[in-house]
């Protein structure tokens, strides 16, 4: 079966968010991913609307460091990771959501974070990647680690993860000709951190890694920045884009039958 996991950093409440809301729903109808791993979710109302419209139903919810896991596939275990890298730039708490979930009979680890933003920090975001690899490492499941990790694929907190563990940077895996932009400046919310004195420039720094066993015997069989346009509401989802994969696992029926965007799915 095809399973579609989406990465989206939410823009907690900043900005117009009761229209953004409405506006990451509909595209979410349209996506219709499995699993959604969300950063910066500071109001559970959010998690609440998009269990109501969606038949993402099960969902776990890190309160502290804003992170969230929205799937159709029942949680086994839950864990929250805090880092003890910390930013000295910033007092924000930083960690990761890990969830278990269990797909056709498949164990898969999946691990949401959010890492220090600031230009300065890094060498904190390598020292953060170190922490949850070594966590995800000593569980033995094959993973997708997923999340906002403020840094570019050449940064050593990146490299680190698709060169010294046995991860693939799906975007990348893809092969795709775009550039897999997600901080982007043509998106106006990003003009309202520029006000703030914060400047960066056109980066892709929202990822979707899975392990190499998971990706591997084309097993991936697409993967996409989403969220880039407007709606019609003339509102972006956040200020940054998603990243969507849809990825090949062994072929499963949802416990739920009554209720899901598609009760089985097929590869063709």
């Not at 033995?140 to 680190?160: C, H, R, T």
């Not at 697409?222 to 998603?242: I, L, P, Q, T």
Request: glycine share 6%.
């Amino acid at each position: 079966m095809l399973v579609t996991i989406l990465s989206l950093n939410t823009w907690s409440t900043y900005g117009p968010y009761e229209h953004r809301w409405p506006c990451m729903i509909s595209q979410l109808k349209t996506l219709k991913p499995d699993v959604l791993l969300l950063q910066e979710v500071t109001d559970s109302r959010l998690l609440d609307q998009i269990k109501k419209a969606t038949p993402l139903l099960h969902c776990a919810h890190q309160v502290q460091a804003g992170l969230a896991t929205v799937t159709r596939f029942p949680l086994i275990a839950t864990e929250n990771v805090t880092y003890q890298s910390k930013s000295p730039l910033e007092n924000e708490i930083r960690g990761a959501l890990v969830n278990t979930v269990q797909i056709g009979g498949k164990m898969i680890l999946l691990a949401n974070t959010h890492l220090a933003w600031r230009a300065e920090d890094g060498g904190t975001r390598a020292q953060q990647v170190r922490e949850l690899l070594k966590y995800v490492q000593t569980k033995g499941l094959p993973a997708i680690l997923a999340g906002d990790f403020n840094d570019v694929p050449e940064s050593p907190a990146v490299e680190w993860i698709t060169r010294n563990a046995e991860f693939c940077d799906l975007f990348e895996h893809s092969r795709s000709p775009d550039r897999g932009i997600t901080w982007d400046n043509r998106n106006p919310y990003i003009q309202t951190h520029a006000a703030k004195g914060v400047r960066f420039p056109d980066r892709r720094i929202d990822y979707l890694f899975a392990s190499r066993n998971l990706a591997a015997a084309r097993a991936l069989k697409r993967c996409e920045v989403v969220f880039r346009s407007s709606c019609r509401n003339g509102a972006f989802a956040s200020d940054h884009y998603g990243v969507l994969a849809e990825m090949c696992v062994e072929k499963y029926r949802t416990p739920s039958a009554g209720r899901g965007w598609h009760s089985t799915r097929k590869v063709r």
